[in-house]
């Protein structure tokens, strides 16, 4: 199926711009990338020039995917199950948006802000390192491998936590549930980016190659499955 | 195009019916909407059951019934939203089927009893984005006359959470004009607004009658009904009637004319019984006098002749029209007794 780009751009806009002016999507999609900065910036800020022999066999910067792996959960989970709760659903199926369309929609419209969420904290992450921690540290922390790391997996994570996000909103009745479960559902996510960070999984080229291709599948097959989950009858009636 | 009373003529791309119900297709001779057997179950329960009707283009059809009667389930399916138990029907003379949802969801409209706008967005941005959906060509012009028509060109920027109930309703009710559809399924378009608005959407739908739009109206305002529609249907899970007001009038009820005189009449019996079209009578108030009659205009002039002759002083003759609502009470009070039995 060819998404008709005319439709998916109408919903793309009109999530953008009710995002913008909901005030509990905005402060969280600020609040949670804060969480992930501060500990790690205090750490760094913390320590001596000796540790930086340490730091440059680690990788901790990939801690920092964690923002991506989580922050869309929570603006996702709203796609279906918010529209829902506001009475909105019904007149947009009434119209000829395909079920396809309105997904791939909504999950582009969460992953634009939350890619540009997501780099710009690693963005004011590094500034702050550059400027603030010692020159020694700085240089031992930041490896030009795990930049590509982030710029690449940022996307392809939030792409995988959406589709997971919209699947449990498809299904859930109750937007607060949706949200909650689709917070939890991240979790592995950041589970896997920490244990690399920490170095509990050695952080490889084959495995970032690996993983890599794994995520684009992934989403591709999100925006297939989520597809078939959304039922509109039962979305509409309530029933089945 | 086949049309049973009126006039008819091309108005751009679209038949005008200056009288009333027209019957077919301006292309392929399809009805705009026809119905065969159409059943809708969840699980155990029924929402409505094999019911039948066909629209003509430019009719404007009444949908009524007691709350739970099926009819919003009715529009849900026809509008491809849920999908029937069993039967068939064709939309715009597209055939029901899941695979042509979006040709069917192309070429008609539907405002939902609740106006479902996006509270956050204002009235253009909620249009903008469904004129885009419909691929509107033109959408700024779309847009323009389509608040023109409910009166809000005005308050385009305003925030739709800022709005009245019935401003909202009007909204809605643009939104559904966006895309220029040739069905038109209004489910309670006039809840909530007040006269003047009532008004001006009554207006909008003999509108948009004129332009050959079939109307599938909701309501569970029979005055607006018996106003506006060309034909009723009264659905109480099955279909209990259709057909136009005047004809399910005549159905139900006999026709009466009713007499008041200044003083009663000394023998009643004797001046009204045995007249000409006169089925019988019953006095329904002091100087009050009811007469079932087969034909009014001819028993009117005999009954007015034989009470001068009886020395009566008259002050009015006149026929009582039943109104839809005494129409769909007898209806649902009939089915009520029914079921009991």
Known sequence: MNPNTRRVQAIFRKELREYRRNGSIVSTMAVIPLIFVIQPLIQVFALPASAAAGLSHEHVLLYLLGIPALVPAFVAAYAVAGERQQGTLEPVLTTPIRREELLLAKALATLLPSTAVAYAVYALFLACVELFALRTVASALVHPAELLAQLAFTPLLAGWTIWIAIAISTRSNDLRVAQQLASLAGLPSVAVTTLIALNVIPATLGLALAAAAVLLVLNRLGWRITSAMFDRERLITGTR | ?341
């Open chain 2, 1 to 341: 195009m086949r049309e049973i009373k009126g006039l008819t003529r091309r108005f751009g791309d679209r038949f005008v019916t200056s009288g009333r119900v027209a019957v077919s297709d301006r292309k392929s001779g399809a009805p705009a909407l026809s119905v065969h057997g159409l059943s809708k179950r969840f699980g155990d329960r029924v929402a409505f059951q094999d019911i039948s009707f066909e629209l003509g283009h430019g009719e404007v059809f009444g949908f009524l019934g007691p709350n739970g009667a099926g009819k919003t389930t009715v529009v849900r399916t026809l509008g491809t939203l849920i999908a029937p138990t069993s039967g068939s029907a064709t939309v715009v003379g597209i055939p029901l089927t899941p695979e042509n949802g979006v040709a069917i969801r192309r070429r008609i409209a539907i405002m939902p009893e609740s106006p479902g706008l996006y509270l956050r967005l204002s009235v253009a941005e909620n249009l903008e984005c469904f004129a885009d959906l419909y691929q509107a060509p033109d959408p700024t012009d779309r847009i323009g006359r389509a608040l023109r028509a409910v009166d809000l060109a005005d308050r385009a920027g305003d925030a739709c959470g800022a709005l009245s109930k019935g401003l909202r309703q009007r909204v809605a009710l643009a939104r559904a004009l966006l895309s220029d559809p040739q069905v038109l399924f209004l489910d309670e378009p006039t809840a909530g607004l007040d006269p003047v608005a009532t008004h001006d959407v009554h207006q909008l739908i003999d509108e948009l009658r004129r332009r050959g739009v079939t109307i599938f109206l909701t309501t569970h305002r029979l005055e607006e009904a018996e106003r506006l529609c060309d034909r009723v249907a009264v659905l109480d899970t099955t279909l209990r009637t259709i057909g136009r007001p005047d004809e399910l009038r005549e159905r139900l009820f006999a026709k009466t004319l009713t007499v008041r005189t200044l003083l009663p009449l000394p023998e009643p019996g004797r001046v009204l019984a045995g007249l000409p079209a006169v089925d019988g009578w019953r006095q329904d108030g002091r100087a009050v006098y009811a007469l079932a009659v087969s034909d009014p205009a001819a028993a009117a002039p005999a009954v007015i002749r034989a009470l001068v002759k009886a020395g009566a002083d008259v002050l009015s003759i006149s026929e009582s029209r039943h109104s839809l609502e005494d129409v769909y009470l007898e209806l649902i009070n009939q089915h009520e007794e029914a079921n009991r039995r």
